[in-house]
């Protein structure tokens, strides 16, 4: 046991310590030049709210990856890395789950309908909050093991297309420069994507069908990589966000 907790003491600790590394890197990418006017746009304006979407969850796990790793999992250790840079930067921050287990109501006696009840409350939960933006994270798969890198789609709302097109330039350019990717936009039969109505994008963090991909997507250091990409992206597209955001 002590030793266990020796171990889990030594791991948060050098998550930290990571953390603050890529805090640097964020400071690098939010005050260099090329962003130094949207940096200023988002002094004045910080009464935007990141909604963090971890794809998936309960007895929805999403994909398999080729090591065995549920995508429900890893795009939860990403999410909770984005939410602590969030918290560090002062950024409000939310969640629409926490954890891999999910509360469902007894009437909730199926598998979809689970799904459903799930996806509908997340929904609620966005568009519940005032200046709203949701970055939802996933995990990419195909059927051919050489695909990989990042992939990132927008909503159907003002300000999603300008906002993918920050976070695709940051992730292809830092991760995987040699890809050339373009942001595209998210089929209407994605429930959340289509039923908000605030900025979002859905990130593809990467394929895990690929060995690499999957090896680096389940490491620390890389999965707060993406969340200081991700948060960076988000600090300087605060701009695009101006007249993106509706309450119904």
Do not use: W
């Not at 995987?176 to 998210?186: D, E, F, I, W, Y």
């Not at 690929?210 to 991700?230: F, M, R, T």
């Amino acid at each position: 046991m002590v030793i266990s907790l020796n171990r889990r003491k030594f791991r948060l600790i050098a998550i930290l310590l990571v953390l603050a590394a890529i805090a640097a890197i964020i400071c690098y990418i939010t005050f260099s030049k090329r962003h130094t006017a949207t940096m200023n746009v988002y002094e004045r304006n910080s009464n935007y709210t990141l909604m963090i979407d971890a794809g998936h969850g309960g007895v929805d796990g999403g994909a398999t990856s080729v090591t065995g790793i549920t995508e429900s999992v890893t795009n939860l250790e990403i999410a909770k890395k984005l939410e602590m840079l969030a918290i560090f930067y002062g950024i409000p921050a939310i969640m629409t789950r926490e954890s891999e287990d999910i509360d469902y109501p007894s009437d909730a006696n199926s598998i979809r309908a689970k799904k459903v009840y799930d996806t509908k409350t997340r929904v609620e939960t966005i568009n519940n909050i005032e200046n709203a933006v949701v970055i939802s994270i996933h995990q990419n798969i195909y059927d051919s093991e050489g695909v990989s890198g990042p992939q990132v789609l927008y909503a159907n709302t003002s300000g999603s297309e300008k906002f993918a097109q920050v976070v695709q330039t940051a992730l292809t350019q830092t991760l995987q420069p040699s890809k050339t990717r373009a942001p595209v936009q998210v089929s209407e039969s994605v429930y959340l994507m289509s039923h908000i109505n605030c900025p979002a994008v859905l990130v593809e963090c990467g394929f895990i069908s690929n060995h690499q991909d999957d090896e680096l997507l389940q490491s620390d250091s890389y999965q707060v990589k993406i969340a200081a990409l991700l948060l960076s992206s988000f600090i300087n597209s605060q701009e695009t966000f101006s007249g993106g955001v509706t309450n119904e």
